[in-house]
């Protein structure tokens, strides 16, 4: 299933498309996907009769601040990927990892006349990805995917990925950003969301728990992909498995357990990131099970005994740091997230706090889930 926009681009997609070694006569091209981030596009070509798609990205240089960085990563990942699940001789790799297609001068990436970073994907056919979840086989499938990632990626050779956004996920430092935003309080809203500053400000001791584990040697740095919502796994639409992680813009160093808390705030939560009906945002616990499962099935020969002792745990920490990035981002304009309408990351912000609250009430049964999955 398609998911194309009906919004006019705002791009010269045809010009883009020029700069690529691309087959065909371009046909249209329109947005496609629902990322905070980047622009993306689906361009179709038609190739001796039969309509080939590709995906066309503009790297957001606002957030990302070094794009041949973030290429450099993106180019050495997939192509270790490659030579791994060539190795296993599996079917159809081609839709197992995201394929960069170079410039008509042989690079991975190209710019425009604006100086616009851009490049170019095959497109995955006859799979999606999903926004939200729809089922515990769902949850499963997402969950082993992303695990298969982190362990295609376990001896990923040195040199060390580079960090395209400087410690991302250290959550000690996006609290002390959002304290900054609270006592600048540029935008005047600080009124308007007086509950959500107390939450996070009542919450500070949970932020050095990880930190501390890594800095005491416990908890291993390794190559992660650092934004593993439901819909960066691309599900077959025959199979229903979980064939192809994709937006790697993230992937550098990182812990295991950021992307299993990432992966259990979007995963465990049965309605949209922006539900403004607060009282169907709770966590399912059938959906948790299948995420450690899944998560395990995979990865499970991976991680090491801290690791798996604090998967309950990076739910509820990973679920409030995001939560956190969205109140600081509401409170200093809407600077990095996508907004479409006003007040759209204090929304988006209170649902990762209720999904928090959640976690806390169930962390111990979720604590059992996991000890039962590691057995």
């Known amino acids: 299933m ?88 599996i079917a159809e790799v081609s839709r197992r990892v995201l394929t960069l297609v170079r410039t008509a001068d042989g690079r991975m990436w190209t710019k425009d006349a604006e100086g616009n970073h851009w490049r170019c994907y095959l497109f995955i056919e006859k799979a999606r990805s999903y926004d939200q979840i729809e089922s515990v086989q769902q949850a499963f499938q997402a969950a082993k995917a992303f695990g298969a990632f982190q362990k295609l990626l376990a001896h990923l050779p040195a040199p060390r990925l580079l960090d395209t956004i400087p410690e991302f996920h250290h959550t000690r430092n996006r609290f002390d950003a959002l304290r900054v935003a609270i006592e600048t309080d540029v935008c005047n809203r600080a009124a308007g969301v007086k509950r959500e500053i107390q939450f996070c400000l009542g919450r500070e001791e949970m932020v050095d728990v990880l930190l501390g584990l890594q800095t005491r040697g416990l908890l291993p740095e390794r190559v992660t992909h650092n934004d593993t919502k439901l819909n960066n796994v691309m599900i077959d639409d025959a199979t229903g498995e979980g064939i192809c992680v994709i937006d790697l813009d993230t992937v550098m160093p990182g812990l295991a357990l950021y992307d299993f808390g990432d992966l259990c705030r979007s995963g465990t939560r049965p309605t949209l990131e922006d539900e403004r009906d607060l009282s169907k945002v709770e966590m399912r616990q059938d959906l948790f099970k299948a995420l450690v499962h899944g998560y395990l099935a995979s990865a499970g020969d991976v991680l090491n005994a801290t690791e798996k002792g604090h998967l309950a745990f990076s739910a509820k920490l990973i679920s409030f740091e995001i939560g956190m990035r969205f109140l600081t981002d509401h409170m200093q304009g809407d600077r990095y997230f996508k907004t479409g309408r006003e007040s759209h990351n204090a929304d988006r912000a209170r649902v990762q706090f209720k999904m928090v609250e959640s976690f806390e009430r169930n962390e111990r049964a979720m604590e059992r889930l996991v000890q039962d999955a590691c057995g």
């Open 2 to 89: 398609s998911r194309v926009s009906d919004k006019t681009p705002k791009h010269d997609i045809r010009a883009i498309a020029g700069l690529f070694n691309l087959y065909g006569d371009f046909q249209e091209a329109a947005p496609y996907g629902t990322g905070h981030i980047n622009d993306t596009y689906a361009a179709v070509f038609n190739q001796s009769g039969s309509p080939v798609r590709y995906i066309l990205q503009r790297i957001n240089q606002h957030v990302f601040k070094d794009p041949p960085a973030v290429m450099e990563n993106i180019s050495r990942v997939t192509a270790h990927v490659r030579r791994k699940l060539e190795e296993t001789q």
